[in-house]
T-cell receptor, first 114, second 116 residues
Framework: AQTVTQSQPEMSVQEAETVTLSCTYD???????LFWYKQPPSRQMILVIR??????QNATENRFSVNFQKAAKSFSLKISDSQLGDAAMYFC???????????FGTGTRLKVLA | EAQVTQNPRYLITVTGKKLTVTCSQN?????MSWYRQDPGLGLRQIYY???????DKGDVPEGYKVSRKEKRNFPLILESPSPNQTSLYFC???????????????FGPGTRLTVL
């Protein structure tokens, strides 16, 4: 069965510092998508970054980047120059190409300290 | 503005009283899905729809029904709600297609449901 594991329920980072959130997944598939979503206190789910498994290049979006290690089934999110507005719950998610089944991790709550 | 809307945003009800949570998207997306979010469990997929009149069960479908009679709408129906269905519910949509942002879900604002 496909699973997504976020082993850090909560993390803290000092403003302007860098933090990495971990995510591992279990699958026997070779073609899939991985996502990081941010959920601020407003509860809105906001896409942070998206990675296609067949692409070796790690996705980046401004201060957000991923370290995608396909063989290790790892998909960590790095946030550089952390800002107070980055404080939120972050969810890692996985989807097999050609299906409509999404698997989410249990989330990591990120606190940003001023 | 491209968006997914849900109504109501908050609902308190009693056990056994049928309710419907509506979901609508204006992006002409083929795919729509319902999730529930519970503390410590993340988001779990309830039902999804690949297109009009095509639906399938997710991981936690018990106690829920859905229908997809129009492309833009995907209501979630609780025929006889129970307290264990107290949760935060999200509707999401995406278009089919490889490349670009295909398969990326866009979420509604959420519906906080309390069943007493």
């Amino acid at each position: 069965a496909q699973t997504v594991t976020q082993s850090q329920p909560e993390m803290s980072v000092q403003e302007a510092e860098t933090v990495t959130l971990s995510c591992t997944y279990d699958t026997s598939e070779s073609d899939y998508y991985l996502f990081w979503y941010k959920q601020p206190p407003s509860r809105q789910m906001i896409l942070v970054i998206r990675q296609e498994a067949y692409k070796q290049q790690n996705a980046t979006e401004n201060r957000f980047s991923v370290n995608f290690q396909k063989a290790a089934k790892s998909f960590s999110l790095k946030i550089s120059d952390s800002q107070l507005g980055d404080a939120a719950m972050y969810f890692c998610a996985y989807k097999i190409t050609g299906t409509y089944k999404y698997i989410f991790g249990t989330g990591t709550r990120l606190k940003v300290l001023a | 503005e491209a968006q997914v809307t849900q109504n109501p945003r908050y609902l308190i009800t009693v056990t056994g009283k049928k309710l419907t949570v509506t979901c609508s998207q204006n992006m002409n997306h083929e795919y729509m899905s319902w999730y529930r979010q519970d503390p410590g469990l993340g988001l779990r997929q309830i039902y999804y729809s690949m297109n009009v009149e095509v639906t399938d069960k997710g991981d936690v479908p018990e106690g829920y029904k859905v229908s997809r009679k129009e492309k833009r709408n995907f209501p979630l129906i609780l025929e006889s709600p129970s307290p264990n269905q107290t949760s935060l519910y999200f509707c999401a949509s995406s278009f089919k297609g490889a490349g670009g942002l295909g398969d990326t879900q866009y979420f509604g604002p959420g519906t906080r449901l309390t069943v007493l």
